[in-house]
Nanobody, 127 residues
Framework: QVHVVESGGGSVEVGGSLRLSCVAS?????????MGWFRQAPGKEREGVGT????????FYADSVRGRFTISKDIAKNTVYLQMDSLKPDDTAMYYC???????????????????WGQGTQVTVST
């Protein structure tokens, strides 16, 4: 059985920071090939935030978060992180971790074919 579990969400003020964690079980980060982060706000479609080839370090980001968000990994902990800085109200959403992403090099298409999804963690940025 394979599971990906994200955590670290919460409420922060504009300009604040938050780090989300995604722990994979039942597969290594290498097995996942590509992992990434997605988000969905009420009434909006799901959008890709960022992706990473887990066998290396290559990352891809949506224009809306580039320069503010950073994806990293800890192989020993089998964990992928999303560091979020300079948070804005528009960042408010449910954030999902994903593994086994097929179209890793295009954040805007990455969510079309995903093998495993996490349950989500809520991020709320207040004005």
């Amino acid at each position: 059985q394979v599971h990906v579990v994200e955590s670290g969400g919460g409420s922060v003020e504009v300009g604040g920071s938050l780090r989300l964690s995604c722990v994979a079980s039942g597969l290594t980060l290498s097995d996942a090939n590509c992992m990434g982060w997605f988000r969905q706000a009420p009434g909006k479609e799901r959008e890709g935030v960022g992706t990473m080839y887990t066998s290396g370090e290559m990352t891809f980001y949506a224009d809306s978060v580039r320069g503010r968000f950073t994806i990293s990994k800890d192989i020993a902990k089998n964990t992928v992180y999303l560091q979020m800085d300079s948070l804005k109200p528009d960042d408010t959403a449910m954030y999902y971790c994903a593994a086994g992403i097929r179209y890793c090099n295009n954040v805007y298409f990455a969510g079309r074919v995903v093998e495993y999804w996490g349950q989500g963690t809520q991020v709320t940025v207040s004005t």
